[in-house]
Every structure is written in structure tokens, then in C-alpha cells.
């Protein structure tokens, strides 16, 4: 399924892979998350409304088997950051004759199709477009267009590696909370897992226990 900008841009999708999970304690990627890898479940919401979707890893990360045929891109260096990421994604794609990517990590597992179509809906006529609630961005929530790629890489070659300065350069427009809420009243699409106790939470979540019976 292919989506378009609102302007008509056709607009793909990125999920990174590139962190050490060092506070989980193993690869998130591989995390299982029902009868699939935590990884699975993004590029499956993901690819539910956007394609082609990219993955983007370290040099040394360990993957999972795909069950789904997406492209693997590898960071070019070791431990740069989400915004290296991003550049690789946003310069494949861009190779690829695309306009615009909705970029986000492996460890967001309750992400919804419909807060994508929400977020890529927002774009409009800006180069990008992310979330923010309560002041605090939320660029693994956003939709980048792949123009950027080369401005991105500039500022990672230049040791400018957070993503947040790089939304506030290049005036990120804000996809509106209220339209978020209007399909994900709690936020859960923003929740990422970073600890074995979020990942707990995220599958009490996402797989509620059936009350026990009186039988």
C-alpha cells in the first residue's frame, strides 16, 4: 500500500534499529510480542500504510529473521545515533524516487496504523512534521521529507547528532495532539521500551489478562 502527502507525495517508512539496548539487557528488535518479534509488529503497522518501509540497523546489530520483505540499510559508523539513521533511511528511499518517509524505532510496539496515516497527514507543504506533547518532541513520531537526507548527514559528519536540534532547524511543523487523541486517546503509539520493566507493561497492554472465573 502506498500513501501520499496531502500534497501527493508518495511517502515510505523507516524504522530504526541502530540502539545498544544496554537498559533492556538484550535486542529490543527480537523482543516477541505475541506470536511475532517486537520488530515484526512496527514494520507491519508501519507497512499497513506506507511502502516501501526500510529498516535501518548498526554495523553490528543482530537482526531477527523479517517475515516480511523489507530492505535492510546499515548505518555506514558505530554509535551516532537516531539521526545517522535517519539520514541512511531518508537517502534510500530517496533513491528509491520517494518525496517523504515516516520515521520511527523498533521499540514502539503499540503504534497504530492510524496514528501514522495522522502523522503523514500532517505534513503538508513543511520538509517535516513530528510529534510533540507538552513540549517534548517526539522524532520517532514524525515524517521526514527525503530531501533532508543530505542536511541530515552534514550535521552527523558534524558531530550536531541530536535529533530534536535537528527538528528545530529546520522548523519541524507539529502534528496536532488533538487529532492524535481523536484515534489513540492514551498515547499509547508514543510509549517506546527501554527497560524490562516497560516491556512488561506494553504486553499488559497490548495482551490483557482475562479475568480469572468464579467457576
Not at 150 to 155: G, V, W
Not at 158 to 176: M, Q, S
Request: proline share 7%; charged share 25%; glycine share 10%.
Amino acid at each position: 500500500m502506498m500513501a501520499d502527502t496531502p500534497g501527493g507525495d508518495e511517502v515510505g517508512g523507516v524504522v530504526l534499529c541502530g540502539g545498544e539496548s544496554r537498559r533492556m539487557g538484550r535486542p529490543k528488535a527480537s523482543l516477541p510480542f505475541g506470536d511475532e518479534t517486537m520488530l515484526d509488529r512496527v514494520v507491519g503497522v508501519v507497512s499497513a500504510v506506507v511502502s516501501p518501509v526500510i529498516v535501518v540497523a548498526g554495523p553490528k546489530t543482530q537482526l531477527p529473521e523479517l517475515r516480511r520483505r523489507v530492505a535492510v540499510v546499515r548505518d555506514p559508523v558505530e554509535g551516532r545515533g537516531p539521526l545517522q539513521g535517519i539520514a541512511a533511511g531518508l537517502t534510500a528511499l530517496r533513491l528509491d524516487g520517494l518525496k517523504a518517509a515516516f520515521v520511527t524505532s523498533c521499540d514502539i510496539p503499540l503504534l497504530s496504523a492510524a496514528v501514522v496515516r495522522v502523522i503523514v497527514d500532517s505534513l503538508g507543504e513543511a520538509d517535516l512534521s513530528a510529534v510533540r506533547i507538552d513540549g517534548r518532541w517526539h522524532p520517532m513520531a514524525g515524517v521526514y521529507r527525503t530531501a533532508l537526507a543530505e542536511r541530515a548527514q552534514e550535521r552527523v559528519d558534524a558531530g550536531n547528532l541530536r535529533v530534536i536540534d535537528f527538528l528545530e532547524v529546520n522548523g519541524a511543523r507539529e502534528t496536532a495532539e488533538f487529532a492524535l487523541r481523536q484515534t489513540d486517546p492514551q498515547l499509547l503509539s508514543l510509549m517506546n521500551v527501554n527497560t524490562p520493566e516497560d516491556y512488561a507493561r506494553v504486553l499488559e497492554l497490548a495482551f490483557p489478562q482475562s479475568p480469572p472465573s468464579d467457576a
